[in-house]
C-alpha cells in the first residue's frame, strides 16, 4: 500500500511538474511579444500586437506615445528599461481606442497621462479605464531635461480626438493610427471621417520632418507619408465615382476594389472590413 502511495505521489509530482513548466512556457511567450528599436538617437519604438509606442529617452524621465493593451505594462516597462535606467514621466495617448491606451490604468499611479479632450470624452462614452488627467484643445508640449516634445491636434481622421506628436529636434513624427502601414480604419462612432482626414495628413505634411512613427507597420519616411495622403484622395474619388455611377451600398465592399489601391486589396485590413459602410454614407452625403 505505501508502495502504491509513493508510485502515485511521484506521478503526481510529475504531472505537476509538467502543468507548472507549460504555465512558465505560456507566461514567458506572453512577456516575450514586444520588441523595442531604435529609430534615432534617443528615440525608440516598441512594437508587437496593439499600437506602435514611442519612447522619448531624456536626461530626466522617459516620454512615452501610446501603451497598447493592459496586459503589456510590465512588459513596457521591463523595455524602456533597456534604453533607460529613469522612469517614465509622461504618456501621450495618440487617440482613446484600447490597443493604444489600454495600459494608462498601470502608468497613471507613476506618469502623467495626456490626450485630446475629446479622446478622453470618447473614454468616457466607452467605459474604459485609465482616463488622462491632461488635456488639451488644439496643442500643448512636454519640457524634460531640455527636450521639448510638441502634441497637436490637427483635424479629424481616424477619430474625432487625434493627437499627432512631434519631435522638433529629431525632425520626427508619431502620426498614431492617421498613419497606418496596411490600410487605415475610419472610426465613424467617434468622429472619424475620410474628407477631414486629407486635410489632416496635409496639416501633417506642413511639419518639417523626414521620419514617420505610424500607428501600426513599419517606420516611414516623409515620401511614405505623402502616397498615404494621396491613397486616401485616390479611394475617397474613386467611391465617388461609382457613386455617381448608381453604386448600391450593398455592392461597395465588392465594387471599392481596385489593382492599384492597397487598401482595398489588404483583406484583412480595417478598411476594408469595417470601414466600408460609413465611407459610403459619408460620400453619398457630400454628392447629395
Do not use: C
Request: overall charge negative; cysteine-free; proline content about 4%.
Amino acid at each position: 500500500m505505501k508502495k502504491k502511495i509513493a508510485e502515485l505521489n511521484k506521478k503526481l509530482f510529475l504531472y505537476l511538474s509538467l502543468v507548472g513548466l507549460v504555465v512558465s512556457s505560456s507566461f514567458a511567450i506572453a512577456q516575450n511579444r514586444l520588441a523595442i528599436e531604435e529609430v534615432k538617437d534617443g528615440l525608440h519604438m516598441i512594437t508587437g500586437p496593439g499600437g506602435n509606442i514611442g519612447v522619448r529617452v531624456t536626461s530626466e524621465g522617459v516620454i512615452l506615445i501610446d501603451d497598447k493593451f493592459p496586459q503589456d505594462f510590465d512588459e513596457i516597462q521591463s523595455l524602456v528599461a533597456t534604453v533607460s535606467n529613469l522612469p517614465v514621466r509622461y504618456v501621450v495617448n495618440t487617440h482613446h481606442h484600447g490597443d493604444h491606451s489600454g495600459s494608462n490604468p498601470g502608468f497613471l499611479p507613476i506618469a502623467e497621462v495626456i490626450a485630446h479632450k475629446n479622446a478622453r470624452e470618447n473614454m468616457i462614452r466607452g467605459n474604459q479605464d485609465g482616463l488622462p488627467r491632461v488635456v488639451y484643445s488644439n496643442e500643448t508640449s512636454v519640457f524634460l531635461g531640455g527636450i521639448e516634445v510638441q502634441v497637436f491636434h490637427l483635424g479629424r481622421g481616424h477619430t474625432n480626438g487625434d493627437s499627432v506628436v512631434y519631435f522638433p529636434d529629431l525632425k520626427t513624427v508619431h502620426g498614431g493610427d492617421l498613419l497606418h502601414g496596411i490600410a487605415p480604419f475610419i472610426d465613424y462612432g467617434n468622429g472619424g471621417t475620410s474628407r477631414g482626414w486629407v486635410g489632416t495628413m496635409n496639416n501633417i505634411l506642413s511639419l518639417d520632418f523626414d521620419t514617420a512613427i505610424p500607428g501600426h507597420g513599419a517606420i516611414m519616411n516623409r515620401r511614405d507619408v505623402l502616397n498615404f495622403r494621396n491613397q486616401m484622395e485616390a479611394v475617397r474619388h474613386r467611391m465617388a465615382n461609382l457613386i455617381r455611377n448608381g453604386l448600391d451600398a450593398v455592392d461597395a465592399p465588392e465594387e471599392i476594389r481596385d489593382g492599384n489601391l492597397s487598401w482595398t486589396q489588404a483583406e484583412n485590413g480595417l478598411f476594408m472590413q469595417r470601414s466600408i459602410p460609413g465611407f459610403y454614407e459619408e460620400i453619398s452625403a457630400e454628392l447629395d
